[in-house]
C-alpha cells in the first residue's frame, strides 16, 4: 500500500471576507511557488482529463471569485453566511499526466459556524520526481511554516494518510505525526524526547520535527516516538480546547 502525505493546517471560527481570504491565498501561493516548480501553476478541479483545463491567475481579485464560487448554499439556493469560502485547486490534471504526481490544495476560510472549522490542506504527489522532492523535511518545514503563517492557524500537521488510519476516533485538535506547528495559544511546551527539533515560527508559534528521517506507519519507532510527544504534550496541558 502507497503511503501518502499532507499537511494540513486548521484554524477555529473566524469571519473573513471573500477578498480577506483571497489574500491570504495570494500570500501562500507566491511562497509555495518559491519552494518548487511544481507550485508554479495551479487549476481548478477538471471535469474531465480530456481537456485540460486553463491555470488560474493568482492577482486577489481572481481568487476571490474562485472562493465566491465555492460557497455553501441551502436547497433554496441562498447563501449560507456563516460557512464561509471554499477554494480547491490542483497543480496536474491535465492530458499526460498521472493523479499521483501532482498535488491537490484545499482551503476553508472564513466560516464562523462554531462546528465547522477552517482549513488549509495540500494532499502531496505519491510518486515521481515530484514526490522525491516534496517528501523531505526540510521541504516539508518549508511548506508547514508558510500554510501556518498565511493562514494564521492555530496548528498545523505533517503526516501521512496511513498514520492518521492508526488512530479510528481522532480527535478534533492538534494531531500528532512527521511535524506538528502549534501556536502561542496553547502556551509553553514541555521538553520533548529526543530526537524531537523544536523550531520557533516568527513570533507566532512553534514547529516540532519529530524526526529527520521520512516519517512512516511501517516504522514501529516512528509510530511510538508519536505517541510518546502526544502524551507528553496532553500530560503538560497543552492540548486542551482553546478558548
Known amino acids: 500500500m502507497i503511503e501518502t502525505y499532507y499537511v494540513g493546517t486548521y484554524w477555529g471560527p473566524r469571519r473573513e471576507s471573500a477578498e480577506e481570504c483571497a489574500q491570504r491565498a495570494h500570500t501562500l501561493l507566491h511562497t509555495l511557488a518559491r519552494y518548487d516548480d511544481s507550485f508554479a501553476r495551479w487549476f481548478p478541479p477538471a471535469r474531465s482529463r480530456r481537456q485540460a483545463p486553463h491555470p488560474i491567475q493568482w492577482d486577489i481579485p481572481s481568487l476571490q471569485s474562485l472562493l465566491a464560487q465555492g460557497r ?26 498521472r493523479q499521483r504526481e501532482f498535488a491537490r490544495l484545499r482551503i476553508k476560510g472564513g466560516s464562523y459556524a ?16 515530484p514526490m522525491d522532492r516534496l517528501i523531505q523535511a526540510p ?5 508547514i511554516r508558510a500554510m501556518s503563517l498565511a ?10 494518510s496511513s498514520h492518521l488510519l492508526l488512530n479510528e476516533s481522532p480527535s478534533p485538535g492538534p494531531r500528532t505525526g512527521w511535524m506538528m506547528y502549534l501556536s502561542h495559544q496553547w502556551g509553553t511546551l514541555p ?4 530526537p524531537v527539533r523544536v523550531e520557533p515560527i516568527e513570533d507566532k508559534g512553534t514547529l516540532l520535527i519529530l ?7 511501517s516504522n514501529p519507532e516512528h ?21
Open 191 to 194: 521538553a520533548l524526547p529526543a
Open 72 to 97: 455553501t448554499r441551502n436547497d433554496a439556493g441562498a447563501v449560507i453566511e456563516d460557512l464561509g469560502f471554499y477554494l480547491s485547486l490542483d497543480n496536474g490534471m491535465w492530458p499526460g499526466t
Open 139 to 143: 521541504m516539508l518545514e518549508n511548506i
Open 223 to 243: 509510530v511510538a516516538l508519536a505517541a510518546r510527544v502526544r502524551e507528553t504534550l496532553s500530560q503538560a496541558g497543552v492540548l486542551r480546547p482553546l478558548s
Open 151 to 160: 493562514e494564521e492557524a492555530d496548528w498545523g500537521v505533517v503526516d501521512s
Open 114 to 129: 462554531e462546528h465547522v472549522p477552517n482549513s488549509c490542506v495540500l494532499n502531496l504527489p505519491s510518486s515521481g520526481a
Open 211 to 217: 524526526t529527520p528521517d521520512r516519517f512512516t506507519a
